[in-house]
């Protein structure tokens, strides 16, 4: 169907798209293919999809992004990469890291922008903006080819270019996953579109293409499932050649998707231990699984249609009751849903295929049995939403075409339509900016939830990192009003009150945490060196043991350990364990201690290297510029000597060492014009 050509009238007016038309039996779709009007207002959507998300490139990692990137040892090479496909998402982190979440695509993806960005978080930034324009594009296609309408298809990419759910998704380096799950998603299902039109010599490559698209969809997010049953419901009630079309023909279209289902099943199965191996949310039984799933369902859909506020971290209550108005609301919204979509199955069946869109892409993030911490999370409609974007798109063109040559009536609706993605547009960028780091996205959510447990003890170890500790502590303990068995803010009061040296009352919290959680390394480590405080030897060596054996890639359960032998005098247990510290990432710690460690075995070539190391990741480590300047200095390099004492002071002017160095040296500068600088130790980080 060319530009311009009028579409069927129902008898009272409505402007339908035919229920049995479908991109296969209608030639006359080519012309519009290419049709210069619809490439120009597609990249207009697509440029406008660029720009609004444009400052998130100012934006720095947040959140789980300095665990996902920052700190996981899958991302930094490329030996991983077995483990990156036969282990779950948080599978780095040993026995700590249980989880139900298998996303081999995305680690994938950060080991590869990690090598091409060299962990600078904009590169990061720029790859999620550009697969959010990609969606954009492949979602006018989908809606194109199954609405058969370029004008209602557009409206949905305008809609959804520009509604303000998906900042999430676009502002969160480790929310990628949704996206790569949409990409790959729509691609396999516009090719699965595709199978009932192309000439038959193309059919296999086509499906190839298809199968291909949708393991990848797999491998991006369990949610990719839903396609099989998405396309055997269009493959048998939505394709126009439905009654004519053989089993054969059906089972060769949509049967690759559901061999592919049964192989991944296995996998998960075999490989991974289960389908969902860990429960989430032990306190939620099956009859509140269904109550709260009817609520999560009625505020999923008033978020899509009015998403303000928007927030990182939504508290999840769960529903125990029938009487229960989020659950009565859910149900209303379920009621509502069927009837439309009976109303649009008499009338315009291809857009009821939009409303099974949104019920089956969003019905697996509704049991919250399964589901982690925050059940309701924005990021979880970005799927779903296209079909959502579809619906009103449709209702937003028929209204405009019934009202043609009513002008003031046409102007209100634009008028008031522009004014929408208008308020939209400002929200999505006003929104960037709440993600540039920690300390706004958390303050931001909490102004919104003060209820939000884990947010605020995750606000606590910002706190401490800046040296406000008592702020810090505050904060934990808000936390643990909300929620008392808060194992981050338990075991990081067990850290304060170490700090503190107030001991018996650090064991009580750390014990406490170890009971309610084992599989914890932070505590453990913890719990050590409050022993080692104590004087128990064996039992601080038992903990730190226990923690490397926990998580095997922690850093500092690794640098803990070795800490503990080499202050014990155990050159090679120390040694091996900072190694292993240095096997997980680079870090500056592990590098100083094994410096120290080959300069009292004599080793003075790997010493120097050692902490040349350490200056390379952290130029402002007094100790290795001090040690590096003693190495010059006994060798007689004198000049290099000079150089890293003067680093030494400009960082510690009172350093006796770097002082009477610079004297001996004779270089007549006087030690004392050296300005202060602070220095930030290195902190105790969350795990």
Not at 546 to 563: D, H, T, W
Request: glycine content about 6%.
């Amino acid at each position: 169907m060319s530009p311009g050509t009028s579409l069927p009238s129902s008898p009272g007016g409505q402007v339908l798209i035919p229920y049995d038309q479908t991109i296969e039996d209608d030639e006359r779709i080519k012309p519009m293919l290419g049709s210069g009007w619809r490439s120009t207002a597609l990249g207009g959507v697509l440029f406008v999809a660029l720009l609004v998300y444009g400052n998130t490139l100012l934006n720095g990692f947040v959140y789980d992004d300095h665990h996902q990137v920052e700190g996981n040892p899958y991302v930094q090479n490329f030996k991983y990469v077995g483990k990156i496909f036969t282990g779950t998402v948080w599978s780095f982190q040993g026995l700590e890291g249980q989880t139900n979440y298998y996303r081999p695509l995305m680690t994938f993806g950060f080991l590869i922008c990690n090598k091409v960005f060299q962990a600078f978080p904009s590169g990061f930034h720029v790859v999620n903006v550009l697969l959010n324009c990609v969606v954009v594009w492949l979602a006018f296609l989908a809606c194109s080819m199954l609405l058969r309408d370029d004008t209602v298809a557009l409206g949905a990419a305008v809609l959804f270019a520009l509604h303000p759910i998906h900042t999430e998704v676009v502002n969160w380096i480790a929310a990628v996953t949704e996206l790569e799950l949409a990409v790959f998603y729509l691609a396999a299902f516009i090719l699965f579109l595709r199978l009932g039109s192309v000439p038959a010599k193309e059919k296999t490559s086509t499906q190839i293409w298809m199968c291909a698209c949708f393991i990848l969809a797999l491998l991006s997010k369990e949610q990719a499932v839903t396609l099989a049953i998405i396309a055997t419901i269009y493959e048998h009630f939505y394709r126009s050649d439905r009654e004519t079309t053989t089993w054969q023909t059906k089972a060769f279209r949509y049967g690759g998707f559901w061999i592919m289902v049964a192989v991944y099943l296995v996998f998960r199965v075999t490989v991974l231990g289960g389908l969902a191996p860990v429960r989430q949310h032990a306190d939620v039984n099956w009859p509140q699984a269904v109550l709260s799933a009817f609520a999560l369902a009625g505020q999923y859909v008033a978020k899509l249609f009015w998403p303000y506020p928007l927030l990182a971290f939504y508290v999840f209550r769960k529903s125990t009751a029938l009487a229960d108005t989020r659950v009565l609301a859910g149900m209303g919204v379920g009621l509502l849903a069927v009837l439309l979509f009976v109303y649009l199955w008499k009338r315009a069946r291809n857009y009821s295929f939009a409303v099974m869109w949104v019920a089956v892409t969003l019905a697996p993030v509704l049991n919250a049995r399964w589901m982690a911490t925050n059940v309701f999370t924005e990021r979880y409609l970005y799927l779903p939403s296209v079909g959502f974007c579809a619906l009103i798109a449709g209702g937003l063109v028929f209204v405009l075409r019934r009202f043609t040559g009513r002008i003031m009536v046409l102007r209100s609706i634009s008028a008031a339509t522009i004014v929408l993605l208008s308020l939209a547009t400002g929200e999505i960028v006003a929104r960037n900016r709440d993600w540039r780091d920690d300390f706004t996205l958390l303050s931001r959510t909490l102004a919104i939830e003060p209820h939000a447990s884990y947010i605020r003890s995750d606000l606590g170890v910002l706190e401490w990192d800046s040296h406000h500790k008592e702020e810090a502590e505050r904060q934990w303990r808000l936390a643990l009003i909300d929620k008392p068995d808060n194992a981050v803010a338990l075991s990081n009061l067990g850290l304060a009150m170490l700090e503190k040296k107030r001991y018996e009352d650090a064991k009580k919290y750390l014990q406490q945490v170890i009971d309610m959680r084992p599989r914890f390394a932070a505590p453990h480590i913890h719990l050590g060196r409050v022993y080692v405080a104590e004087g128990q030897i064996s039992a601080a060596e038992s903990e730190f043991r226990r923690a490397v054996e926990i998580y095997p890639l922690s850093v500092e359960a690794r640098n803990a350990l070795g800490k503990f032998y080499f202050d014990q005098g155990k050159w090679p247990d120390a040694e091996a364990q900072f190694r292993g510290s240095l096997e997980a990432l680079p870090n500056a710690e592990a590098w100083n201690r094994l410096g120290d460690i080959y300069e009292r075995e004599g080793l003075h070539a790997q010493a120097e290297e050692s902490w040349r190391k350490v200056v390379n990741l952290d130029p402002f480590d007094a100790h290795a510029h001090e040690s590096l300047g003693s190495a010059y200095l006994a060798s007689g390099r004198r000049a290099e000597a000079a150089k890293e004492y003067r680093a030494v002071l400009e960082l510690d002017p009172r350093n006796e060492v770097a002082r009477k160095a610079m004297l001996e040296l004779s270089t007549g500068e006087h030690p004392s014009v050296y300005p202060s600088k602070v220095i930030s130790p290195q902190s105790e980080r969350r795990q």
